[in-house]
């Protein structure tokens, strides 16, 4: 299996690339923030129970990670591999996803971040927010949510050098070129 972690700050593009990439190379993409939107615009259980947190810019608590995560690969055992977009964002998520990879003798294949500036991620998400109307695009949100990325997320990147499976690229330019950065990384590691 090929399991790729398309790695960044929140408006970075992983979303838009993580599309992209699941199609061209036949893999499930997995977004847990679009789960958890989803979960929110059904009112489910776990919609209501992260609604707040999200609204605040704050991370979702691991242990609901690993469920969802848990459902998401079950609901596609017989995957090619996945594209991890907005998971794993703390340490313990990545144990996690480690372990729960091992359970299937299967691996993290390679984390990619895309790497974007703070004052561009910041102009984008300001964009974004009058497009889409995002709860969690506000100004002040958003500035939490670079904040939680900085502390929480960012010391994944040492983690994942320390086992040889890090790499990134510049995340600014037109979306296709940087998408054909991507494929020539996954094209040397596949
Ligand atoms: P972005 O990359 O633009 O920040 P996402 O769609 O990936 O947006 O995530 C939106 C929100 O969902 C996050 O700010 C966080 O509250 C929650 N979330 C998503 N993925 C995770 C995760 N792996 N761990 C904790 N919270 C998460």
New binding site residues.
Partial sequence: MFNFILFGP??SG??TQSVKIAEKYNLVHI????I??KNIREKTDLGLK?QS??EK????P?AL?IEILEDAMLQHSKARGFVF??????IQ?ANDLDAMLAKRNESVSIVLALTVGDDEILKR?LKRAEIEGRK?DTKEVIEN?IK?YNSQTQPLIDYYKKKKKFQSLVGIGSIDDIFGGICRIIDSVI
């Fill in positions: 929140p408006g992983k979303g977004s847990t923030g679009d958890f939107r992260v947190i999200i810019g704050e991370l979702v691991d990670l977009d907005g998971f794993p964002r703390t998520q998400l969690d949510r939680v």
